[in-house]
């Protein structure tokens, strides 16, 4: 995580090591604004602005927005979120998302990390860096520009076959000769590529969330727990790690969510929607927990404890909203000048009362 530089105002997310490695660096910002109108002038370009139902001046004001909140060297750091930009340009956050969207289709942009919600700990470097409540953070992009068509497209033969682009022309008399003398080869036998790499390691933090959720903690008698997780057929007790990955493959992030706050929200849905827990009375328990995790919890929604905290940031700007407008009256009535106010009214109460003798001393008015 870093602080962005002072362009977005907010905590952004940081490109992993490498993560700019494939992308096309821009020589600079006219230049790849250039090319963009260049490649919507084109009938592709053109027919994929059809489909995502974006007006060719509205790509251009997001564009135009994206490179001035870009790195002036390099195109990258873009981390503003689309609602900034929509309340900047005066157009809807989902006009800026398609916007968006069709830039990275023409090739002219990159995400480099998806935004997400805050860790505990990323929003309190967020609160050191700002002073602000901050949540979420937006995706971090780059501007590049599209790679030319890459050589290694064509399908090459494979090792025994004829180039059919060969220098020999078909009907010649060598070619022929050669046809018909040279034995023909066996078909080449593909060989079993492995692995060059092993899959990632599992977080420690990821195994202790799993570990909790099946044994809980002896310090916390509260704490709900799930113990028939690991039961697996014939009575076979399955290992941790394939909690592990049920819970990675289902989006929980274990900074983000504790084990009574998962429990708590699963048998919610199932009271909502009136569906039995079973528990541990599944012939499969660790499958059906990944099934109640897909109905239960989106990943990309708050969890129980950062709706709370939402609701109170959102209390807070309140009150400090009202705050802010109890100090200005009252800054209003201090500015204003009681003694002039109070020589205006007597001028007006002076005014009403000649009125009101001139109307009983006018002709024709009775006694």
Known sequence: MRPSGDRSGSWSLRAP???YG?????????????ALMDSLATPAGEERRREAHVAAGTLLRVARADWLSADAHNGRGVATAHETVALALGMSAKTVQRARGLMEALGFAVTIVEGRYLTTAEREAARAAHGGTQIRAASLRALTLPKPAAVEDVQLPRRGEALKTSLVKENSPTRASARTTAAP??????????PTSEPAPRSIALQRFA???????????????????????HGHRQHIGALCDVLAGAGV??????????????????QDHARPTLAGGSRDPLRYFAWQLRQAIDPAAPTPSEEIEIRRAQRDAERARRDAEREAERARIEAIDHDEVARVIAQMRADMEAERRSRRHRPGRRS
Do not use: C, Q, Y
Request: net charge positive; proline share 7%.
């Open 211 to 233: 570990a909790r959720l099946v044994d809980g903690e002896r310090r916390d008698v509260s704490e709900r727990r799930m113990p028939w997780l690991l039961d697996g057929r």
């Open 253 to 270: 992030d274990p900074t983000r969510w504790t084990p009574n706050e998962l429990v708590r929200t699963i048998d919610k849905w199932h």
């Open 185 to 194: 080869r066996p078909p080449a036998r593909r060989k079993r590529v492995r």
């Open 22 to 34: 494939a992308v096309v660096a821009w020589t600079s910002g006219a230049a790849w604004f250039d």
């Open 17 to 19: 090591e490498g993560a």
